[in-house]
């Protein structure tokens, strides 16, 4: 465990020592951590994107995960929802419950949680904590120029498909970080991928001028897919051959498509192009083509040999 009966701190003395310092302070924040509410400036030429998300411990994160990895991955998995709108980040507010208020677990958490905020100008403007079994809660604020917010629902039949970076990387990091399964040269990558996933911020703000519709795929590709075809009103037609797999995960991997397909937490950006646009985005992101927009419902997954198989589910479901 990392909370243990070592002398407790009050909230506020965490407050003070641990939140009201940080790395990153906005001209555009009046008033942030300290008061009753926090008091932004928006810019008259911009929507403001706003995402929420609660981790739970054994669910959304490891029991005993490391504080540094948790304050970094629960800011980061919020970020990736304004990336997957191509949002630039601006506030953060944060809630932990915890069930005890060690000072040294809030001192690594807040490390953690910093260091990504201050790689992409965020401050933490607001927040609570209270006692309870752990969890944390982040909601990310960030802007994007007025009407030109990407959504999930703007897919057309011919539409490319792309994926970022490569996929199945944190499905695997999370068996490898429960002490499951074998381990090999490129385990701890794996694992890092798991609990410190990389939002794609940039590929978001760059996505604006191209895509038809984006989503970062958190529940796994053909979960989050799934919106977007269900959303739009389309189907698709996925290669199976061409997902990108990193070498780290071709070398722990037996087969299965169900890792790379319905495994979660890699959050990399999935988006659809126009053809007409499709060669520009090599030159924008970092991205490979995976499978089109078709008009028949539903994702069909295309074997090697042509062979069509239809999954029976799509991936995770908080409630099934």
């Not at 401050?123 to 999930?152: I, K, M």
């Not at 897919?225 to 780290?248: F, M, N, R």
């Amino acid at each position: 465990m990392f909370f243990s009966r070592a002398r407790m701190t009050s909230e506020f003395e965490l407050i003070e020592k641990y939140f009201s310092q940080q790395p990153v302070r906005r001209d555009d924040v009046i008033i942030g951590v300290g008061d009753d509410g926090a008091v932004l400036r928006t810019p008259a030429d911009r929507d403001l994107v706003v995402s929420t998300d609660t981790l739970v411990e054994g669910v959304h994160f490891i029991k005993d995960c490391a504080p540094p990895d948790l304050g970094y991955r629960a800011l980061a998995v919020n970020l990736s929802d304004l990336a997957a709108m191509g949002a630039e980040p601006a506030w953060v507010t944060l809630a932990i419950t915890a069930p005890s208020s060690e000072e040294s677990w809030f001192r690594d958490f807040s490390r953690g949680f910093f260091e990504l905020a201050a790689a992409h100008g965020v401050q933490l403007v607001g927040g609570n904590l209270a006692r309870g079994p752990l969890s944390v809660t982040v909601a990310v604020h960030g802007f994007v120029p007025r009407g030109r917010v990407l959504r999930r629902n703007g897919a057309q039949v011919g539409d490319v498909i792309f994926v970022t970076g490569t996929l199945g990387d944190a499905a695997l990091g999370l068996q490898i970080a429960r002490g499951e399964g074998a381990k090999n040269f490129g385990a701890e990558k794996l694992r890092q991928r798991y609990l410190r996933p990389t939002p794609r911020l940039n590929e978001g703000l760059a996505l604006r001028e191209v895509a038809s519709a984006c989503i970062d795929v958190s529940d796994g590709l053909l979960a989050d897919l799934g919106h977007i075809v269900d959303q739009s009103g389309v189907g698709a037609a996925l290669e199976l051959a061409q997902l990108p797999l990193s070498t780290e995960f071709r070398q722990l991997w037996t087969g299965d498509w169900s890792v790379p397909l319905f495994g979660g937490d890699d959050y990399e950006l999935c988006f659809t192009v126009p053809p007409g646009r499709a060669d520009k985005v090599s030159s924008q992101v970092n991205a490979t083509r995976i499978g089109a927009i078709e008009a028949q419902s539903g994702i069909r997954c295309v074997r090697e040999d042509r062979s069509v198989w239809i999954p029976e589910r799509r991936g995770y479901d908080h409630f099934r």
